[in-house]
Every structure is written in structure tokens, then in C-alpha cells.
């Protein structure tokens, strides 16, 4: 084993989600030991804390592009979003510009209810948040003035109803029912013309029942006067830019790019407004992002990139945008940039194209030379499929001998991705192990996002399927690595790939020495049972039915082939998990202690679907790596 301890890799503190307001940079950061808010100088100084020590930031990742914060100078206050130790039941809090105790911002008027915020400018003091009740699958949308805390009524529907653009001054909106990834319907409200209207898209209550559509990918929508600027996946499977008339929205026509600089395999993830007809692009190639300025020529449907904001440059390049935004009034983009060995940084870009590294953060006590860079490990699939996948190795300067056991790393959605970031959880992790002799095979198998529409629905209504056996073909040919040591291989995931990790120990037990199920499903029917109503309806069509489709999640869940399990299991989760709770972790540990089986539970009491502070890390990390060392003996 290594004489690196998790301490030094978790030296570099978290610097993400950045603001420039005038000369200030406001960004969240876990310099405390927790997420927390945080002002410095443009130019850099010692960060400033904005919030009492005892107030924990959620993971802005869970928020899926909502608002995380927003300063507001004319009210001289801050917007932010708070949660209770991860149970994700959000409420909007301001607190002022300089600091303090938050206060609801609606009083207790959506008290025990999740309120999420969309869009928020700060300009206008308008945003546009969405209500999830918990208790009754119907979402609701409105509209609020942040001065005089006026609501308007958005509607509401069971398929989220969420905003997917506005105008300038948001009298007109965009709202997307989303019934499974990339199958959207979209709906217009305007001020005055009540209710909201179908625009885009065909109702799944207006299909025949054995009708099948091919998801559109429609989502982000930014209105303008004649019509609506959009993304969509009709006319390109990674999808691209799209524009169709508010008289004719069947008349929808792909937008021309022209000036894009990369190459290689991705897909087009975000389209932000930023002021007049100035837009950027985000692209995830081979899981490193690019982003983009442009202009979009409404008239003749085409957008031009006039400057590469993001993938080109040294230090910019090779690694995963965390975050962006631009202020108007100066013209200043902030972001947030890492890569697999770096930390993230926090940068400023001026209007002149100056760009300034505002942070510093590095590894203490480990050389650069230590770390895992990884390498690309595309493979074939049990069908033909290409699957991409990364491979970590220990560094050679380590000196660890011989062929490397291997832990294959899952990660969590299924519509997600392993990348190169330093960032959040993983990363960290995957270090430690490489540090600690461990090889580690991060694979994105079907069902992940970054690679097209059509890759990442394979996995709709199968889980545990085809994706369980991506996973076994990349078992066999690991065998012929001679760097690897495939008679020692451990599992472990978290979410959906703590799912994926008790679904192979129970089918396939003769591949594994041990595993690690971090917060995954465990009995299909009882995890959705257990879900909040408003989620079940997502769940029903991605993945079953409990009463229509009983059959089928019984066998697709790993509780079924429990009794097969032969390896010794570790299992974690946070007390206040909404999405996977701890009754269902319990129920592995339980039933595993009923059968006499190997298991180990562990419960963070301040956590929700995460690990976030940085003592429960410390903890977290080693007590996998120790799992993992007791039972692969690296």
C-alpha cells in the first residue's frame, strides 16, 4: 500500500460555480469543510465567507442546471438555494450581499416542498421556479417578481412541466413536459393568454398505445419574435441547433454551425442566451468540454462561433467545464475548469479576451508524476456496440510490481458519464486507488449520456439488461491486459451504479472478489414504490411499471439473485436520501445478515444521495480503499 493519505488529494478545495458582480467574484466552495458561499476580489484576494459555518451548500450538480445562486445588487441581497443535509426538499433563501443568516424567501408559504429555480435575472428580479410537491405527482410552474415576491401561474402538469426558455422579460416561456430522456412535448405561455398551449411535440396521452416516436431531444427553447431557438436531436443524433416558426413549429429547421474547432466523438449539451443574439454552445467530446461564442442569425438560420471560450487552450483543454456564466455589465465570463489530475480552477475572461486564473489550488504532498492521467480503452461489446471507457494504472514511479487487481468504477444516472474531473466524488477516489496499487476501468456503457440520443436510450426499460452485459464483455477482454490481474477484480458504483453493482455480484458472482454499493437500488418495485410521487412518473416509463410490469423488475432487480451472492459486500448511504433511501440500503444489509453473508453498512447522518463533506470523505475513501485492499490484496 502507498504512504499517500486521501487527506493530500482532497488538499485542493473546491472552487466552483463562479459570479463576477462588478469588481467581486462570488463562488461556492468546500474551503470550510462543507459547500458554503464565498466573495474575493475579481483579481483575487482571501476569499470571504458568506454564510455561518453550521449552513451546508447542496451539490449544484443535483440541481441539473437550476440556479444554484444568484446576487441580486439592487435589492442587495443574494438568492441561493438550501437543502437539509441532502434531502434535496430545496427552499430559495436570500441573505445579504455581504453576508448573514438565510431567510426563506417566500416565508413558509411551499414549506415541506421542493422548489426549484430554473432561471433567474438579476436585472429584472425575475425568476421562474417549479414546485415539487413530494406528496402528489403534479408539478407546478410560476413565475416571480424577487422585489415584490408577486407569483404568476406557469400551469402545472405531472410530466414536470419545466421551463426550457423565456424572453427578455419572460412574458413569454417555454415549458417541456419530459416524459423519458430526449422525448419531450413543449408548450408556450404568454402573459394574458391564460393557460398554456401545445407548441412542440405530441402529448404521450395522444399516442396510440403501440405508437412509438422518435425522441426529438428538444429541450432547452429560448422564444424570440418570430419563433423558437432550440436544441434538438431529429436531424443529428448528438444533437444540434434547431429554429422553428410560432406559426408553424412542424416546420422545424436545423441551424447551420460554422467555426467549430474539435474533433471527435460527443455530443452538443447546452445552449445559453448571454445578450442580444450572442450565444454559447457546450459540447462534450470524448468527455472534455468545448464551449463556444456565437451569433445566430435568425433570418438565415445560422450560427456563427466567433471566439473558442473553452477546449482549445493550454490549461483549458482535456478537462470538464463545472460551470459558466457571463455578466452583462462588464462582459466578463467566470467559470470553473478541471481534468482528471487537476483540481478545479476558477477563471475570468474579459471582454478583450484577456483571461485570468483567479485560483491556485494543488495537490499538497503528492507530485504530479504520481497521478493517473488515464488512457482511452474503447472496446466491443457483446453485440457490436463500441463502448467507451477509460483505464487508470498506478504510476510507474509507485513501484508497485506485477499485474494490477482492478476495480471496475460505475457510475451513477444511467443517463450519465464518467469524465475527467477532478471536481466531485469519483475522481478523488480513482486516484486513491491507482496511489494504492489499484487498477481502475471506468467503462460508459450503453444508456450513458455524451455519445448521442440513440446510445443513451438503449438503456430505457432495461435495466440490467444489455448494460449488464457491456459490463461482461469488457470482463473478457480485460483478460488479455497483461497489466491486469483479472483473478482479483472488485465492483463498486453509486446510484445507479450501486444498482449495476449488486446486479453483477448476483448474476455473475464467479467475476468478483468484492464490491461496494454506494446508495443503489436494490428491489426495482420497492425502490420506485418508495420514490416521490412526482418522480414515480418518469420512473413507470423508463424503467416499469410495479403493478403492470411486476414480472419484469422482479427480474431485473438484484434482491432476486441475492442467494448467489458470494463476494463480501460494503455497503453506504446517506440518511436523508431522497432518491434511494436508506430503508432500501437496509434491505440488502438485512437480508445479506439473514442468509449469513460478508456485508458492512455504514450511514452518514448528514448526507443525502452524495458524500460532500469533507470528514465523511476522509471516512468514505478510506474505508472503500481499506475494503478493497482487505479483499484484493494489492
Not at 414546485?131 to 401561474?153: C, K, M, Q, W, Y
Not at 438503456?459 to 448494460?467: A, F, Q, R
Amino acid at each position: 500500500m502507498s504512504h499517500y493519505r486521501i487527506e493530500s488529494l482532497l488538499s485542493a478545495r473546491q472552487f466552483v460555480h463562479p459570479q463576477v458582480v462588478g469588481d467581486r467574484l462570488y463562488f461556492i466552495s468546500d474551503l470550510s469543510g462543507r459547500l458554503s458561499l464565498y466573495v474575493m476580489d475579481v483579481r483575487g484576494s482571501v476569499p470571504e465567507p458568506l454564510l455561518p459555518p453550521d449552513i451546508a451548500l447542496p451539490n449544484p450538480h443535483h440541481l441539473d442546471g437550476g440556479v444554484a445562486f444568484e446576487v441580486l445588487p439592487s435589492l442587495g441581497q443574494i438568492l441561493l438555494m438550501l437543502d437539509h443535509d441532502g434531502d434535496e426538499n430545496y427552499q430559495p433563501m436570500v441573505l445579504p450581499i455581504d453576508g448573514g443568516r438565510p431567510q426563506p424567501l417566500f416565508g413558509d408559504r411551499f414549506a415541506g416542498q421542493q422548489l426549484f429555480c430554473t432561471f433567474c435575472d438579476a436585472e429584472r428580479l425575475l425568476a421562474l421556479f417549479t414546485v415539487d410537491p413530494r406528496n402528489s405527482p403534479i408539478f407546478s410552474t410560476f413565475r416571480a417578481h424577487l422585489g415584490t415576491l408577486e407569483t404568476v401561474d406557469l400551469g402545472s402538469s405531472i410530466y414536470a412541466n419545466a421551463p426550457a426558455g423565456h424572453d427578455a422579460d419572460m412574458t413569454t416561456v417555454v415549458l417541456a413536459d419530459q416524459y423519458t430522456f430526449g422525448d419531450t412535448a413543449l408548450y408556450l405561455w404568454r402573459e394574458g393568454e391564460g393557460e398554456r398551449r401545445l407548441l412542440f411535440g405530441k402529448p404521450i396521452d395522444q399516442r396510440a398505445p403501440d405508437k412509438q416516436l422518435p425522441p426529438n431531444g428538444t429541450g432547452i427553447a429560448y422564444p424570440l419574435e418570430h419563433g423558437v431557438f432550440c436544441t434538438s436531436a431529429l436531424f443529428d443524433d448528438s444533437y444540434g441547433l434547431a429554429f422553428f416558426p410560432f406559426d408553424n413549429p412542424d416546420a422545424l429547421q436545423p441551424v447551420v454551425i460554422s467555426g467549430l474547432a474539435h474533433s471527435g466523438a460527443g455530443e452538443l449539451t447546452g445552449l445559453t442566451h448571454r445578450v442580444d443574439n450572442r450565444y454559447t454552445v457546450e459540447y462534450n467530446i470524448d468527455g472534455s468540454s468545448w464551449v463556444y461564442e456565437g451569433v445566430f442569425d435568425e433570418a438565415g438560420r445560422s450560427f456563427a462561433v466567433q471566439r473558442v471560450l473553452v477546449g482549445q487552450a493550454e490549461g483549458l483543454s482535456g478537462g470538464v467545464l463545472e460551470s459558466l456564466d457571463f455578466d452583462k455589465a462588464s462582459g466578463r465570463y467566470s467559470f470553473a475548469f478541471s481534468t482528471a489530475t487537476s483540481p478545479a480552477q476558477l477563471y475570468v475572461l474579459e471582454p478583450d479576451g484577456v483571461l485570468s486564473r483567479v485560483t491556485n489550488e494543488r495537490l499538497l504532498g503528492i507530485p504530479p508524476s504520481a497521478l493517473a492521467p488515464g488512457e482511452d480503452y474503447p472496446y466491443t461489446s457483446h453485440d457490436g456496440l463500441r463502448i467507451s471507457a477509460r483505464l487508470y494504472l498506478p504510476a510507474a514511479e509507485l513501484g508497485f510490481q506485477g499485474p494490477r487487481p482492478v476495480i471496475f468504477y460505475i457510475h451513477g444516472g444511467p443517463q450519465s458519464q464518467e469524465r475527467p474531473d477532478f471536481t466531485w466524488f469519483s475522481m478523488p477516489l480513482i486516484q486513491f486507488f491507482t496511489l494504492n496499487g489499484f487498477a481502475v476501468w471506468t467503462p460508459n456503457v450503453r444508456g450513458s449520456s455524451g455519445y448521442g440520443m440513440d446510445y443513451m436510450k438503449r438503456v430505457d426499460h432495461d435495466w440490467g439488461g444489455l448494460d449488464r452485459l457491456d459490463h461482461v464483455a469488457a470482463y473478457e477482454l480485460l483478460r488479455q491486459d497483461a497489466r491486469l490481474d483479472m483473478d482479483r477484480v472488485g465492483v463498486m458504483g453509486r446510484s445507479y451504479g450501486g444498482y449495476m453493482t449488486l446486479t453483477l455480484l448476483g448474476r455473475h458472482p464467479e467475476l468478483w472478489r468484492a464490491g461496494v454499493d454506494m446508495f443503489g437500488p436494490y428491489n426495482l418495485t420497492t425502490f420506485i414504490d418508495r420514490l416521490p410521487e412526482t418522480w414515480k412518473t418518469y420512473f413507470y416509463q423508463a424503467v416499469g411499471h410495479p403493478e403492470k410490469d411486476a414480472e419484469f423488475l422482479a427480474e431485473r432487480s438484484p434482491s432476486t439473485y441475492l442467494p448467489n451472492l458470494a463476494s463480501p459486500l460494503l455497503v453506504m448511504q446517506g440518511a436523508h436520501d431522497p432518491r434511494v433511501i436508506e430503508r432500501e440500503s437496509r434491505d440488502v444489509v438485512e437480508q445479506m445478515q439473514a442468509q449469513g453473508k460478508t456485508v458492512d453498512y455504514v450511514v452518514y447522518a448528514d448526507e443525502g444521495h452524495d458524500v460532500l463533506k469533507y470528514v465523511n470523505k476522509v471516512d468514505c475513501y478510506n474505508r472503500i480503499v481499506d475494503f478493497f485492499a482487505q479483499h484484493l490484496r494489492p
